[in-house]
């Protein structure tokens, strides 16, 4: 019997309120990170900053954002993520005007950077809330959902940064508009959204099965607050300690270089010398569309095929995703076929991720899952940033875009031959 069937009358309709609450917060996360590789083009122009040089930038904002994950996703288990999330998406709309107005490398980066932390208070909170809110046997579908959001929030970042090239704006408006729509959504997922089901008259969700139970394994409710009886350390120390966590974070590392490789050189390889009358910048949509789709579907075959084996579904798309980015290395930039291989290469190489993010409760636990989401993270973002100034450093060199897809597979080949030791 499923966890749910159980439960009260309105828990259903609550559950996916939550749900869809934080996937319209997070669908606007984006326009405040991944626009940067339109920019770099006009940049590169204006304020004569080169590319390995601008990697570097993208690189920082990483970094930020990775040790902003390993301080919030455990911020987001102690105060909720309702807050943080929703105080993150306002900060980051703040710090990328801030940005647009940068004249040199110090005035980009430093508040690039910030926004880097400010970005860090979105997705491991949110995935707190929608941890307390959802079973276990259902994990993988509300991951892929949420997956899906971040996969939509590419495109929408893509979307926007493409119109405003269209009408001809510089790279400053990059920064201006897009993040607009996320000051709009942390304000609505504030009102909505609540951490818990006893904030609504709720029961707990049971203790998850196949999770070891100790005496820190609940929260006590004291003067109407859910109060939780694991300390911070308390809580690092059990999530660095399992090591099928540490491998699991180990792949995503190699996952996360490859996506980010991706989202920040494939619209500098599209957009080509002549980046403001660009005949193939629509094309660098098929990418986050493909990320999308990619998502949703690996959560539904996590759950639904593999029976919540998380690991078969990431070494199975990581593979995949190697064997297209490599199709594309060797595809002229105009072929035909770079639309739907690109497509393709976004669906493997970012699908992956709902099935990582649903291991964090499944091997730690719910009240841990911030926690975890939140290091995990910090794994990913760190490594992401390694390949940022690679890649840049690389086609300044060679002077060939498509280097990236090479880094790309490599990487990907990489994270498939780690996740068969991922155990659940």
């Given at each position: 019997?499923?966890?749910?069937?159980?439960l009260?009358?309105?828990?259903?309709?609550?559950?996916?309120?939550?749900?869809?609450?934080?996937?319209?917060?997070?669908?606007?996360?984006?326009?405040?990170?991944?626009?940067?590789?339109?920019?770099?083009?006009?940049?590169?122009?204006?304020l004569?900053?080169?590319?390995?040089?601008?990697?570097?930038?993208s690189?920082?904002?990483?970094?930020?954002?990775a040790?902003?994950?390993?301080?919030?996703?455990?911020?987001?288990?102690?105060?909720?993520?309702?807050?943080?999330?929703?105080?993150?998406?306002?900060?980051?709309?703040?710090?990328n005007?801030?940005?647009?107005?940068?004249?040199?490398?110090?005035?980009?980066?430093?508040?690039?950077?910030?926004?880097?932390?400010a970005?860090?208070?979105?997705?491991?909170?949110?995935?707190?809330?929608?941890?307390?809110?959802?079973?276990?046997?259902?994990?993988g579908?509300?991951?892929?959902?949420?997956?899906?959001?971040?996969?939509?929030?590419?495109?929408?970042?893509?979307?926007?940064?493409?119109?405003?090239?269209?009408?001809?704006?510089?790279?400053?408006?990059?920064?201006?508009?897009?993040v607009?729509?996320?000051?709009?959504?942390?304000?609505?997922?504030?009102?909505?959204?609540?951490d818990?089901?006893?904030?609504?008259?709720?029961?707990?969700?049971?203790?998850?099965?196949?999770?070891?139970?100790?005496?820190?394994?609940?929260?006590?409710?004291?003067?109407?607050?859910?109060?939780?009886?694991?300390?911070?350390w308390?809580?690092?120390?059990?999530?660095?300690?399992?090591?099928?966590?540490?491998?699991?974070?180990?792949?995503?590392?190699?996952?996360?270089?490859?996506?980010?490789?991706?989202?920040?050189?494939?619209?500098?390889?599209?957009?080509?010398?002549?980046?403001?009358?660009?005949?193939?910048?629509?094309?660098?949509?098929a990418?986050?569309?493909?990320?999308?789709?990619?998502?949703?579907?690996?959560?539904?075959?996590?759950?639904?095929?593999?029976?919540?084996?998380?690991?078969?579904?990431?070494?199975?798309?990581?593979?995949?995703?190697?064997?297209?980015?490599?199709?594309?290395?060797?595809l002229?930039?105009?072929h035909?076929?770079?639309?739907?291989?690109?497509?393709?290469?976004?669906?493997?190489?970012?699908?992956?991720?709902?099935?990582?993010?649903a291991?964090?409760?499944?091997?730690?636990?719910?009240?841990?899952?911030?926690?975890?989401?939140?290091?995990?993270?910090?794994?990913?973002?760190?490594?992401?940033?390694?390949?940022?100034?690679?890649?840049?450093?690389?086609?300044?060199?060679?002077?060939?875009?498509?280097?990236?897809?090479?880094?790309?597979?490599v990487?990907?080949?990489?994270?498939a031959?780690?996740?068969?030791?991922?155990?659940?």
């Amino acid at each position: 019997m499923n966890q749910t069937d159980k439960l009260p009358a309105g828990f259903r309709a609550a559950q996916w309120r939550m749900l869809l609450a934080t996937m319209f917060c997070y669908l606007f996360f984006y326009t405040g990170r991944q626009t940067f590789g339109f920019a770099i083009p006009g940049i590169e122009q204006e304020l004569k900053i080169s590319k390995s040089t601008l990697g570097w930038a993208s690189a920082i904002l990483l970094w930020a954002y990775a040790i902003g994950q390993s301080i919030n996703g455990n911020l987001g288990d102690r105060f909720g993520g309702r807050r943080m999330m929703s105080l993150g998406a306002l900060l980051s709309c703040g710090l990328n005007w801030i940005v647009s107005f940068g004249s040199s490398f110090a005035s980009l980066t430093i508040p690039w950077a910030a926004n880097g932390y400010a970005q860090s208070m979105g997705w491991a909170p949110g995935s707190r809330v929608l941890s307390n809110w959802w079973p276990q046997s259902s994990r993988g579908k509300v991951y892929g959902a949420y997956v899906f959001a971040a996969g939509c929030a590419s495109v929408l970042a893509f979307a926007t940064s493409t119109l405003i090239l269209e009408f001809e704006l510089n790279w400053r408006w990059i920064f201006r508009l897009p993040v607009l729509l996320l000051l709009v959504g942390g304000v609505v997922y504030y009102i909505v959204v609540r951490d818990r089901p006893e904030e609504l008259g709720f029961p707990p969700l049971p203790q998850d099965e196949g999770v070891e139970s100790d005496e820190f394994d609940t929260a006590t409710e004291t003067q109407g607050e859910m109060e939780p009886s694991e300390s911070s350390w308390q809580r690092y120390r059990c999530v660095l300690s399992d090591s099928r966590f540490l491998i699991a974070s180990l792949a995503i590392g190699f996952q996360s270089m490859a996506r980010y490789g991706l989202l920040i050189w494939v619209p500098v390889h599209f957009l080509g010398e002549d980046w403001k009358n660009s005949d193939t910048k629509w094309m660098t949509l098929a990418l986050p569309i493909g990320m999308a789709l990619g998502a949703i579907t690996s959560g539904w075959l996590s759950d639904r095929v593999f029976h919540s084996n998380r690991s078969r579904v990431i070494g199975l798309f990581l593979l995949l995703a190697a064997v297209c980015s490599l199709a594309m290395f060797f595809l002229p930039r105009d072929h035909w076929l770079g639309v739907p291989m690109l497509l393709l290469t976004g669906f493997f190489a970012y699908g992956p991720q709902s099935a990582f993010w649903a291991l964090c409760p499944d091997l730690l636990g719910r009240e841990r899952a911030g926690t975890g989401t939140g290091v995990m993270n910090t794994f990913a973002y760190v490594f992401a940033g390694l390949g940022e100034p690679l890649i840049g450093w690389m086609i300044e060199l060679n002077g060939q875009t498509s280097l990236v897809f090479g880094v790309v597979a490599v990487a990907c080949l990489i994270g498939a031959v780690i996740s068969p030791f991922i155990r659940r």
